[in-house]
């Protein structure tokens, strides 16, 4: 960077400069194989490269512990700090150099125990810093204590018979926060989803704080165990007042392949045929008698392009196909559309009053 006048110059000689994978890639990831890090890493990674940060402008800062040895692994500029102080750091350059980009990355440790006062304050001066918490319900680094986001029962080294307490909720600490403008949360064995919010709080003008639900095989394999075998379990949900993700509505399930073979979701997770497990070798596909590709090339034309069946039929697409998807449209139509609610009170948000937010249309 060059300085003109005093002043910054930014983006100088790199007009022109297409920054790929390998501009962004520090050292080697020393994380334990199978560690949920390595996927956050690789979601950041493409994050920076589709959004084109230009590295010697964006700055990572993390504390310490396992999830805080992330600015190692990145051709930025980095600052691994003391254990709970990553966010004073970040508040510091953030204010000094409001020409860079900060990202924080803290584990739960650091940021909801040792580091929770700098945390709510952080989330109330508000400042433009994307701030993620790897959350793998334990101490990693120092090999297994209870933190306060462990689940009650879990046993540690520091509470053997399982931790005492019901685990900390940093989503509703956050919400509790005057200020907060941007709070969200993400698992990383979700990686279509981990970018798509990752893209979001980038994007987002103020401070955006991330809970990244992270998997640490060796010491708390068991955390996340339910959640990640049984998907149904994680409910999308979208905040009234939200930051929308269009993103996630309009993936089809060719193109979340897609997106996960970026981040590097093993091919064996990829290629499993989608079932409800039934009953033994039960498929959805089997089920439906076509394949998630085929269904998706005919909806994208039927519903994106807003295009009628025959005109996809005469497109050489399979008669059968086009006319049992049109079928199972309509079928499940009512599930795209609200249920009739029972008027149990005088009031009816939207008839009777308006949130905050519509006060002004
Ligand atoms: C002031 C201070 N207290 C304690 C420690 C010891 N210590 C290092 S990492 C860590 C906890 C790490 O847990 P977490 O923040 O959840 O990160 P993880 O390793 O799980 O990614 C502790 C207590 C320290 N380095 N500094
Ligand atoms: S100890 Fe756990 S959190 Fe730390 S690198 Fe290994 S798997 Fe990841
Ligand atoms: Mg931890």
């Known amino acids: 960077m060059t300085i003109a006048c005093g002043l910054p110059v930014l983006h100088q000689d790199h007009d022109d400069h297409e920054y790929g994978l390998s501009d962004y890639e520090g050292a080697r990831a020393r994380w334990c194989p199978g560690c949920g890090d390595h996927s956050i890493l690789a979601a950041v990674q493409k ?3 589709s959004e084109q940060l230009v590295p010697e402008q964006t700055v990572f800062v993390s504390g310490i512990g396992c999830s805080s040895r992330f600015p190692h692994y990145l051709k930025t500029y980095g600052f691994h700090g003391i254990h709970g102080r990553a966010l004073p750091v970040a508040t510091g350059i953030r204010l000094h150099r409001p020409d860079l980009t900060v990202f924080v990355v803290m584990g739960d440790g650091d940021c909801t125990s040792i580091g929770a006062g700098h945390w709510i304050h952080a989330l109330r001066y508000n400042l433009d810093i994307v701030v993620m918490l790897l959350d793998n319900g334990i101490y990693g680094l120092t090999k297994l204590q209870t933190s306060p986001t462990t689940p009650q029962g879990f046993p540690t080294n520091t509470q053997p018979h399982g931790s005492w307490l019901p685990p900390l909720n940093p989503l509703q600490v956050a919400l509790g926060v005057t200020n907060a403008s941007f709070v969200a949360q993400t698992a990383e064995w979700a990686p279509a989803h981990l970018f798509a ?3 979001a709080a980038y994007r987002h003008r103020g401070l955006s704080f991330v ?5 640490c095989p060796i010491y708390a394999g068991a955390v996340y165990q339910k959640a990640v075998s049984d998907p149904a379990r994680i409910a ?7 930051v929308v993700v269009p993103e996630l509505e309009k993936l089809y399930k060719a193109q979340v392949r897609q997106l996960a073979r970026v981040v590097g979701v093993p091919d064996q997770i990829i290629t499993k045929a989608p079932s409800a497990d039934l009953w033994e070798g039960q498929t959805d596909e089997g089920e439906l008698g076509f394949a998630y590709d085929q269904a998706d090339a005919i909806l994208f034309r039927l519903v994106d392009e807003r295009r009628r069946a025959d005109d996809v039929i005469a497109e050489g697409f399979d008669t059968r ?4 998807i049109v079928e199972l449209m309509a ?6 559309v609200p249920p009739p609610v029972a008027k149990i009170s005088r009031r009816t948000i939207g008839i009777d009053f308006l949130y905050n937010r519509d006060w002004g249309r």
């Open 321 to 324: 196909i086009v006319r049992r």
């Open 331 to 336: 079928r499940n139509q009512f599930k795209r």
């Open 236 to 242: 999308m949900l979208v905040h009234d007042d939200g």
């Open 211 to 215: 809970r990244i639900l992270q998997r």
């Open 197 to 199: 919010t990752l893209r």
């Open 47 to 49: 994050l920076l490269t």
